[in-house]
């Protein structure tokens, strides 16, 4: 008898530290799920820009992300698309038709509407903008394929540089925080 208490015993110990390890487990998860997320920024959310199609071609407009508060920015006969937000939230870059027939170019516009400016003039195709984080340059591709390349400007659309140079296809730039 004396044994089977023993070994009630024991069951009972191992019971009362699976439950201790569970419970530390459940804290642990309670006090990591309220840390903040490391990939959120501080304050409010910002609005999420997109391509949207306004019946005839593309557009860039730009939503509360919880929904509502649609904003059409572009309104032309063209193309426009892959919207990229300025490091300060206040412009956005995007790849847009320059004219019915025309190349693809680089353009900015006030994330609020409004201010479009063409960064980028010349006789390619130019795609894909992405913001510096510190929102100096900017880096997109252009060319035809297959030899499409990297290049970067200024926000005002000067000092154009071409980051690579090869024989096959560059595509879409993206920069990285260091």
């Not at 903040?36 to 920024?41: I, Q």
């Given at each position: ?13 191992a019971?009362a ?7 530390g487990?459940?804290?642990l998860?309670i006090v990591?799920?309220v840390e ?6 501080p304050?409010?959310?910002?609005k999420i ?16 992300p919880?929904?509502?508060g649609r ?5 032309n006969?063209?193309?426009d698309?892959?919207p990229?937000?300025?490091p300060?939230?206040k ?21 609020g ?5 063409q960064?980028t003039?010349n006789?390619?195709?130019?795609y894909g903008?992405?913001y ?6 900017i ?6 394929e ?13 000092g ?8 096959r296809?560059d595509?879409e ?6």
């Open positions: 008898m004396a044994k089977t208490c023993h070994s009630f015993g024991g069951l009972a110990a019971a530290a699976g439950v201790l390890v569970a419970v487990m459940l804290l998860t990591v799920m903040p997320a490391g990939a959120a920024f304050g409010k959310p910002g820009a997109y391509r949207c199609y306004d019946g005839k071609d593309y557009e860039i407009c730009t939503i509360k919880a929904g509502g904003l059409q920015l572009t309104n006969d063209t193309d698309f892959t990229f937000y300025s300060s939230g412009m956005i870059i995007y790849s847009g038709q320059d004219g019915p027939k025309g190349d693809y170019e680089i353009y900015k516009i006030n994330a509407g409004g201010g479009k400016v960064l003039d006789a390619t195709d130019d903008p992405s510096s984080p510190s929102g100096q340059r880096a997109y591709y252009s060319g035809a297959p030899t499409r390349e990297i290049y970067t400007i200024k926000p005002d659309g000067g154009r540089v071409q980051v690579t140079n090869n024989t296809d595509l730039p993206s920069w990285g925080s260091s």
